[in-house]
């Protein structure tokens, strides 16, 4: 036992760090070849830290841990913009004044859609895989037909902080990505070891333990960019990552191996709850602007609320 909570332990640091320097690497390498720092926010960093689940999901469906796999998709979303989104808005008001924001907030609201309607039945097929993929060409389509000035630009420039030479960054952006997949490795083994161990369904341990520990990289954007107050890279950072996760994550599994899923918890009560709390961070923004602190420690509760119900 005490081996499986190091190797769980050990693999949730691991990811944390090493996707972290992934992220950072890859983005300080795109802004020196003068890649556009709008592109480097929405794809870089906003799906480049869902990387985790993506290893994590795939991984597991490949070994037929198909209720890891979506259990990890379905719990990340819901992680993003309840805890995460939360955390955030109270360590400071989350104002959205990105259009690109603003554009993604209803994509990650149908992303989810899409997803919740992929995992009726008993998983995803192959079929629905592409379809998801499919989505996320389209939606990156959608998000960069406007080339206008976007804050989000300037607070990705100011994260990323290019400070070292190309080849530092390359070495980086190479250990930060193999460190990602032996975490990826060592997470996804501890958390099923414990599940059998205590008796805890797969399902559940991935849509709770294993979802947190992938989101831990959002989580570490969301502080960093809360301490500069950069709020549109926040809620840019969750929603990207959430139809990331939905959509690109989703349809690996689909066509890596997605079926056999039999928990109503996991095929109906979990993505509704995604669909749910991404239509509240769609109407937050619509109506208010943004997360206030009270609204955050609402949506830490909405958290606290969903995870009893993915039993």
Not at 263 to 288: E, I, Q
Request: charged content about 10%.
């Amino acid at each position: 036992m005490l081996l499986t909570l190091l190797a769980l332990v050990g693999g949730v640091v691991l990811l944390a760090v090493a996707a972290d320097h992934f992220v950072l690497g890859a983005a300080r390498l795109a802004l020196i070849r003068r890649v556009p720092p709008l592109t480097v926010g929405v794809v870089i960093i906003g799906f480049g830290t869902s990387l985790p689940e993506m290893l994590v999901s795939v991984i597991a469906a490949s070994n037929d841990q198909v209720e890891v796999a979506v259990g990890n998709i379905a719990g990340s979303s819901i992680a993003n913009l309840s805890l995460l989104l939360g955390v955030g808005g109270c360590i400071v008001p989350l104002a959205v004044t990105s259009a690109t924001v603003r554009r993604e907030a209803p994509l990650a609201l149908l992303a989810a859609v899409a997803f919740a309607v992929a995992v009726q039945g008993d998983g995803i097929a192959v079929w629905q895989g592409i379809v998801l993929l499919a989505a996320m060409v389209a939606t990156l389509v959608v998000v960069f037909r406007s080339s206008k000035p976007d804050p989000l630009g300037p607070e990705v420039v100011e994260l990323a902080d290019v400070q070292h030479s190309f080849g530092f960054e390359v070495a980086r952006t190479l250990a930060g990505l193999t460190g990602t997949v032996a975490g990826a490795q060592l997470l996804l083994w501890g958390a099923v070891d414990i599940a059998e161990r205590a008796g805890l369904s797969e399902g559940f341990v991935g849509a709770t333990l294993v979802a947190v520990g992938t989101s831990l990289p959002e989580l570490v954007t969301v502080v960093q960019s809360a301490r500069r107050r950069e709020t549109d890279l926040i809620v840019g950072n969750l929603l990207g990552s959430n139809i990331f996760n939905c959509l690109a994550v989703g349809g690996a599994v689909g066509l890596t191996g997605g079926r056999g899923l039999d928990s109503v918890a996991l095929a109906v009560v979990a993505p509704v709850s995604a669909v749910g709390v991404s239509a509240l961070a769609w109407l937050a923004m619509r109506t208010r602007g943004g997360v206030g602190r009270l609204e955050g420690l609402g949506l830490v509760v909405l958290y606290a609320a969903i995870v009893p119900l993915l039993a």
